[in-house]
């Protein structure tokens, strides 16, 4: 089979025909090999990650939440970091991942049955007192969050403005999870934020 060859301006050799076929052909050939290892290294990963998370009916576990800030940014409301209520009964096992739970009625307007990743498991204690919050959540386990107090400020200088931030605590955060949030939209959304005892802010 003959093989052709052209050189270029800079007299490096380009080439043509059944060579770069070839070529091509052998670097697809190594693609594929290394999705096909870096595949297998997260089933891995993720099989043992549910086998460690497998639950049987009688378990007691928590369910994760998402509290949602009131607050929008660019159309989409700020997640702070999720929550877990609970524990809740596990009735029975659906599938490999999937779980159906034992909610109270306050919960009755969310489909009971999750995927084994929103669940942790809980060992039953009698010393342990657990609040049940009341928790308003939505079909999608998410809830509302309300800024009790602002902790800190700073302002931000760009070329042309300042833009002043606050920090602020979340009801069911701790002051170590506050979050930074544009003063101005605070101001308008949580007047009560910036009463009398808080002007400095």
Same mark, same amino acid.
């Given at each position: 089979?003959?093989?052709? %060859?052209?050189?270029?301006?800079?007299?490096?050799?380009?080439?043509?025909?059944?060579?770069?076929?070839?070529? /091509?052909?052998?670097?697809?050939?190594?693609?594929?090999?290394?999705?096909?290892?870096? %595949?297998?290294?997260?089933?891995?990963? /993720?099989?043992?990650?549910?086998? /460690?998370?497998?639950?049987?009916?009688?378990?007691?576990?928590?369910?994760?939440?998402?509290?949602?800030?009131?607050?929008?940014?660019?159309?989409?409301?700020?997640?702070?970091?999720?929550?877990?209520?609970?524990?809740?009964?596990?009735?029975?096992?659906?599938?490999?991942?999937?779980?159906?739970? /034992?909610?109270?009625?306050?919960?009755?307007?969310? %489909?009971?049955?999750?995927?084994?990743?929103?669940?942790?498991?809980?060992?039953?204690?009698?010393?342990?007192?657990?609040?049940?919050?009341?928790?308003?959540?939505?079909?999608?386990?998410?809830?509302?969050?309300?800024?009790?107090?602002?902790?800190?400020?700073?302002?931000?200088?760009?070329?042309?403005?300042?833009?002043?931030?606050?920090?602020?605590?979340?009801?069911? %955060?701790?002051?170590?999870?506050?979050?930074?949030?544009?003063?101005?939209?605070?101001?308008?959304?949580?007047?009560?934020?910036?009463?009398?005892?808080?002007?400095?802010?």
């Amino acid at each position: 089979m003959q093989v052709s %060859h052209m050189w270029d301006d800079v007299g490096e050799r380009t080439i043509l025909g059944p060579e770069l076929v070839q070529q /091509a052909e052998k670097k697809v050939c190594l693609i594929r090999e290394r999705l096909k290892t870096t %595949h297998s290294r997260q089933k891995n990963y /993720a099989d043992t990650r549910r086998r /460690a998370l497998e639950f049987q009916p009688g378990d007691h576990v928590f369910l994760k939440v998402s509290p949602t800030k009131g607050v929008m940014r660019f159309g989409i409301r700020g997640k702070l970091s999720p929550r877990f209520v609970g524990p809740y009964d596990v009735l029975e096992k659906l599938g490999t991942v999937a779980y159906r739970l /034992a909610l109270p009625p306050t919960l009755a307007g969310v %489909h009971n049955v999750f995927h084994v990743s929103m669940l942790r498991k809980y060992v039953p204690d009698p010393s342990h007192v657990i609040p049940q919050a009341p928790l308003r959540l939505r079909e999608d386990l998410t809830y509302d969050e309300r800024p009790e107090k602002i902790v800190d400020r700073k302002d931000k200088g760009l070329r042309r403005r300042t833009i002043l931030y606050v920090k602020v605590k979340w009801s069911n %955060h701790s002051e170590r999870e506050a979050t930074w949030e544009l003063k101005e939209e605070m101001r308008e959304k949580y007047p009560h934020l910036f009463a009398a005892t808080q002007l400095s802010y």
